[in-house]
């Protein structure tokens, strides 16, 4: 409540959840509505894993790992993000680096090296951050957490609607089996495991289109404020 008042701290909304449960595309919206700066956290995990395959560095490799990733510069331009330079906007999005990133994103070396450039991402006048721990770990003081879930089998269709409408191929059930592995995974691990950050809403979005938990999540920031 009087965090927004701290001098310096510009207030966070945090939303986590598990992967496809449309929290990427509920913060931009977010984001957009309010002015403020849009962090997708999974792109930087996503990215490292891109850069992992390129080197052909093993994703339990922690030396190697944290070696690249803190030489790697990332920097977002709207929701386009770049590696090095190079715009790896499409290229993050594949299910390889999905899998990927979920295996580098355990490594905790990984995940201290990229610690300082999501808090430098807190600029006035806010920000809207998505990931798994923006609300537990990144941003613990975040004004309003938000922890949107669904069902796997939602999930896992939407993601396949999603591929479908890109001209991709997909199969639905290797698609479920993914989002299951990853999700164990994300849940399981030593470090930052995915869990509802205490006092964060929790949205099911299984009955909810995306105008409607943009709402909720709007109005659930304007009470907090
Ligand atoms: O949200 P996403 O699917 O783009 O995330 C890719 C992977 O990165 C996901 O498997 C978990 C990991 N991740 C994480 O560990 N912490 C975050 N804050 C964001 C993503």
Do not use: C, W
């Not at 850069?51 to 490799?61: E, M």
């Not at 331009?77 to 190079?86: D, K, L, Q, T, Y």
């Not at 509802?196 to 907090?224: F, K, N």
């Amino acid at each position: 409540m009087d965090e927004v008042l701290v001098p310096g701290l510009p207030p966070v909304i945090a939303i986590d959840g598990p992967s496809a449960s449309g929290k990427g595309t509920v913060a931009a919206r977010v984001a957009a509505e309010l002015g403020f700066q849009y962090l997708d956290s999974g792109a930087l995990y996503r990215a490292a894993a891109v850069a992992s395959l390129q080197r052909g560095i093993a994703p339990d490799d922690e030396p190697a790992l944290v070696e690249l990733v803190s030489g790697l510069a990332l920097r977002f331009e709207g929701e386009r993000i770049f590696m090095n330079g190079i715009d790896v906007s499409d290229a993050i999005r594949t299910e390889e680096a999905g899998v990927r990133s979920s295996q580098v994103a355990s490594v905790p070396g990984v995940r201290a090296a990229l610690l300082a450039l999501q808090r430098s991402l807190r600029i006035a006048p806010g920000l809207v951050a998505d990931g798994r721990d923006m609300g537990t770990v990144v941003f613990p003081d975040a004004l309003f957490k938000v922890f949107l879930t669904a069902s796997a089998a939602v999930r896992a269709a939407r993601r396949h609607k999603q591929l479908i409408e890109k001209g991709l191929s997909a199969n639905l059930e290797g698609l479920l089996r993914d989002l299951e592995a990853r999700d164990e995974r994300d849940r399981t691990r030593a470090v930052a495991p995915l869990a509802a950050a205490p006092g964060a809403q929790v949205i099911d979005s299984d009955h909810l289109g995306v105008a409607e938990v943009v709402d909720q999540v709007l109005e659930g920031y304007r009470h907090a404020v």
